[in-house]
């Protein structure tokens, strides 16, 4: 059964750190791997997908890397602000056609 | 466009009321799913249409009735649900389903449903 584990589960932080957000997965088979942000109460925006042929995606401050062999993807957000307290899903979109969830990091930035 | 909208935003309804759930998406996907979603969970998926058809039914139960009138209206009929139904139900489309797997889906913010 693929699993997708997201560690940690929550993360604290003053403004301005660079931080990790670390996603692990079971199943090397994975097609793509999205990470996805939600705020409380919300729905989900999608914030970068990456390939199974790509080894990692930016878009702005954020960086995802994929490395298949080790199954294991990371979420590097740069120089954070408040504005990027949510929760953090990532989920691998696997050969059964499903996307896969981890439980998410629930990130506070704070001033 | 690139914006899923979901009606209505909240909805409470009793166990014996038949209502409901809109998705509309004008980005010309023609894959659209419907979620639904626990309180510090992951979404968990129900349904998924592609190209207007039933693809996936996630062994859902019947009191949940989904339905595409066309390629960017996706409803979610609901009736004699039970409180433990009461959730977080997103819509989420994507360009199309692809034999490697899903492409990136978008989602809308979602309905959130209360039965009493």
């Known amino acids: 059964k693929q699993e997708v584990t997201q560690i940690p589960a929550a993360l604290s932080v003053p403004e301005g750190e660079n931080l990790v957000l670390n996603c692990s997965f079971t199943?090397?088979?994975?097609?793509?791997l999205q990470w996805f942000r939600q705020d409380p109460g919300k729905g989900l925006t999608s914030l970068l997908l990456?390939?199974?042929s790509q080894r990692e995606q930016t878009s702005g401050r954020l960086n995802a890397s994929l490395d298949k062999s080790s199954g294991r993807s990371t979420l590097y957000i740069a120089a954070s602000q408040p504005g990027d307290s949510a929760t953090y899903l990532c989920a691998n979109a696997g050969n059964n056609r499903k996307l896969i969830w981890g439980l998410g990091t629930s990130l506070a930035v704070n001033p | 466009d690139t914006e899923v909208t979901q009606t209505p935003k909240h909805l409470v309804m009793g166990m014996t009321n038949k209502k409901s759930l809109k998705c509309e998406q004008h980005?010309?996907?023609?894959?659209m799913y419907w979620y639904k979603q626990k309180a510090k969970k992951p979404p968990e998926l129900m349904f998924v249409?592609?190209?207007?058809?039933?693809?996936i039914n996630e062994s859902v139960p019947s009191r949940f009735s989904p339905e595409c009138p066309n390629s960017s209206l996706l409803n979610l009929h609901l009736h004699a649900l039970q409180p433990e139904d009461s959730a977080l139900y997103l819509c989420?489309?994507?360009?199309?389903?692809?034999?490697?797997?899903?492409?990136?889906?978008?989602f809308g913010p979602g309905t959130r449903l209360l039965v009493l």
């Open positions: 989420a489309s994507s360009l199309q389903i692809t034999s490697g797997g899903f492409e990136t889906q978008y």
């Open positions: 980005m010309g996907h023609r894959a």
């Open positions: 990456i390939q199974s």
């Open positions: 249409y592609s190209y207007e058809k039933l693809s």
């Open positions: 199943d090397s088979a994975i097609y793509n």
